[in-house]
Each structure stands twice: as C-alpha cells, then as structure tokens.
C-alpha cells in the first residue's frame, strides 16, 4: 500500500516526529556558526587587554577593583572564545550552549539595569547608547537587548535540542 | 536531565581549560596584569585642595600651566594616535591600556620627588585617574590629575606639541 506523509511517513522539517522547527539540524547549525562568529570576535577583542576590559566590566557598578574584577578581565574573554570553538567543531555544543546562555543572561540583566539608570535620570529609552564593552563599541541599548535576547534563545535551543547532526558525541564511558 | 548533566560537565571542561588557557597568556601577555594584586585605598584629593598631601590631586588648567612651564613631569594617558596627533609639550606617552608596552620606557623616567601630572582627553575621560592610581600603586605619591585634559588645554589656545617624542 503507497503511503502518503499524512500518514506519518516523511519526516517533519525538524527531522525527528514532533521537533519543533528550531530544532531543525541546518538552524540549529546557522545558530551555533552566528553565536560562534559573535564569540569569537568578541573575545579576540579583548584577549590582551585585561585593564580595558577591567574598566568595561567595572562600569556597570556590579564588580569594584579586586582579584574578582580582574580574574573576570582574565578569564572571560577565554571562556568566550573556547565556547565559539566549541560550537565551531561541534566539540562540546551542549556546555559552550548552557555557559553563553549563562552570561547572556547575565549580560541581559546588567544591560537592562545600566539602560534603567540611564532612563531614571531622564534620557528617553530608545536614546539610550553606549558601549557595553562586548567588543563592538556603542550600541543602542534597546538594540543591544534585543540582541542578547536573541542569542539567549539561540543558546537554549542549542542546550535544548534532542540532537545535534554536525556535533561530535560525547559520551561519558558506563561503568 | 541526562542532557543537563552533560551540559554541565562539558561546560566545567570548558571553564577549567579557558582559566588554564587565560592565564597562562596573562603571564606572558605585554599588558598581562596580576589578578590577585592588593588593591590599595587610593586617597583622591579635590580641586582645591592645598598642594603636599600625598595621594592624587585634581588639579585645573592654571596649576597645570604652571605645572608645564615649570618644566614639571607631564604624563599623556591617551592612545598613541591622539598623543601623535597634538599632546601637551614635554608630555610622555603612557597609553594606560597599553601598559606593558611603555612602562620599561616610561618609569625610569619618573621620579618621586617632583610632582607627576597625568592627563588624558577630557573631562568625561578617566584613564587619567586610573593611570593615577596606578602609578600610586607603583610608589609614586605626588600625582596630579588635569581633568580637563587635552581638549581644555589645547582650547585654552595654548601651545601644543605634535608627533612622536
């Protein structure tokens, strides 16, 4: 008997029954080339320059001068680019996936709260600009949210997704 | 929960090895800087205040004038394409982002008995403080700080130098 798919035969768009098209292997791919792309530039922005970066975290008046500060200007830039090479050769997508989705929401909540003050003291939210020191100079900062808002949920959906094709597996050995 | 607990030690491996790897650069980097350092109480004078007190004083346009002519050590904050582009005269670059590169070059040259007046664009720039502060950490505890920097100085109308010193 000939099948048609609306009996279930053809594989829905996310290549598994009942994905949602998020889940789709080439989107989940085109998200972990962006979020790479974006990573990796912007840690290559900072590697090398620990006071700048220092300054940058500084401004957003969460982390005063001290060993957190500057383990943070240390470090981060590293975390962000080893995350973009993990995404690249799909060595590790799920961890690079829960730590961007970590700082990205992290980096949401200092936006937002750095855009607030801007806005307490009388400059109209869509005036809002500055640098947030993420590598790219002054942005506004409704731009800047949306975007960050866009790389949180291309990172749950990295994180989330019940496969991932172009990855290496990484499975820890069953004892 | 399987996913998760992938997740989660994957992304363990990946701190663990950026730390190794941010550090080790940081040890070898021009401009690494050591993370654990004690960060010293930094006494920050007003404008105004009476010249002798040790720590950083901010300082206005007429004292650097007198500051400058007096042949004082003069210190510019600022990237080197602005220094090249017009500094104070008799002014040394120390780009405060580019430490590791100017600091063999430029601390010989520093001396704690005079005064050490550091400026860098303008008012709303404090590189100039920071690089203050830095300096204060090294030893030297004469600093003055020209807030209005370079956009005050060479608005005032007074004599500016261009090009590498």
């Known amino acids: 008997m000939k099948m048609t798919w609306s009996q279930g035969t053809h594989p829905p768009a996310g290549g598994r029954s009942g994905t949602h098209w998020i889940f789709n292997p080439y989107v989940l791919l085109a998200f972990r080339l962006l979020l790479a792309a974006i990573f990796i530039y912007a840690a290559v922005q900072k590697i090398g320059r620990p006071n700048a970066f220092a300054e940058e975290i500084r401004n957003y008046g969460v982390v005063d001068y001290g060993p957190p500060l500057y383990v943070m200007a240390v470090v981060l830039p590293w975390i962000e680019l080893l995350c973009g090479f993990s995404l690249v050769t799909g060595v590790g997508v799920r961890g690079a996936a829960l730590i961007l989705l970590g700082l990205n929401a992290l980096f949401l909540a200092v936006i937002a709260k750095r855009t607030a003050g801007y806005v307490s003291d009388g400059t109209p939210f869509m005036k809002v600009y500055f640098d947030c020191g993420c590598g790219f100079g002054a942005i506004y900062a409704w731009k800047k949210l949306l975007e960050d808002a866009a790389y949180l949920i291309m990172a749950l959906a990295l994180l989330a997704a019940p496969r991932h094709r172009f990855a290496v597996p990484i499975r820890r050995r069953s004892s | ?165």
């Open chain 2, 1 to 165: 929960m399987k996913i998760l607990r992938s997740a989660v030690f994957q992304a363990i491996a990946i701190v663990a090895v950026s730390a190794a790897g941010g550090f080790a650069f940081n040890s070898f980097a021009r401009n690494g800087i050591n993370p654990f350092r004690a960060v010293a109480k930094v006494p920050v004078a007003d404008e105004g205040t009476k010249v002798g007190a040790d720590g950083i004083r901010i300082i206005d346009l007429a004292e650097a004038r007198r500051i400058v002519e007096s042949g004082g050590t003069v210190i510019d904050a600022r990237r080197k394409i602005e220094y090249d582009g017009g500094h104070i005269p008799g002014a040394i670059l120390f780009d405060y982002y580019d430490m590791g590169a100017y600091r063999d070059r430029v601390l010989p040259r520093l001396s704690n008995e005079g005064e050490i007046m550091v400026y860098c664009s303008e008012t709303a720039c404090d590189d100039s403080e920071l690089l203050a502060k830095e300096l204060y950490l090294l030893g030297f505890t004469k600093l003055l700080v020209f807030k209005g920097g370079f956009a005050e100085w060479s608005g005032s109308g007074l004599p500016v130098e261009k090009g590498d010193l």
